[in-house]
């Protein structure tokens, strides 16, 4: 069973950064992705960011240029890097494992953590 724990959530202004972490426990197959997801008040949960476990990425044309997303094997952790936050961005974010960029496609959700930019 894998167990996924977001952290890093805050309330920041308009062009400041932050860095959400998602602790990883659990087996995790190598021919899944870790991926990172979010859903604003009153909107469907829509994809951010995927990282394969073999390397490589995809960042969501909305964040492209602004957002990376990265890992730690070491410390079982998957990051992702937000710079340049717009009121926008402003959601709870989801760490999740599966592949592809369908939102249907990822299960072992966490709690998620908020993310609120001010103007």
């Known amino acids: 069973q894998v167990h996924l724990v977001e952290s890093g959530g805050g309330l920041v202004q308009a062009g400041d950064s932050l860095r959400l972490s998602c602790a990883v426990s659990g087996r995790t197959y190598t021919s899944n992705a870790m991926g990172w997801f979010r859903q604003a008040p009153g909107k469907e949960r829509e994809f951010v960011a995927t990282m394969p476990w073999r390397g490589g990425s995809t960042i969501a044309d909305s964040v492209k240029g602004r957002f990376t997303i990265s890992r730690d094997n070491a410390k079982n952790t998957v990051y992702l890097q937000m710079n340049s936050l717009k009121p926008e961005d402003t959601a709870v974010y989801y760490c999740?494992?599966?592949?592809?960029?369908?939102?249907?496609?990822?299960?072992?959700w966490g709690q998620g953590t908020q993310v609120t930019v001010s103007s």
């Open positions: 999740a494992v599966g592949r592809g960029i369908d939102v249907a496609d990822y299960g072992n």
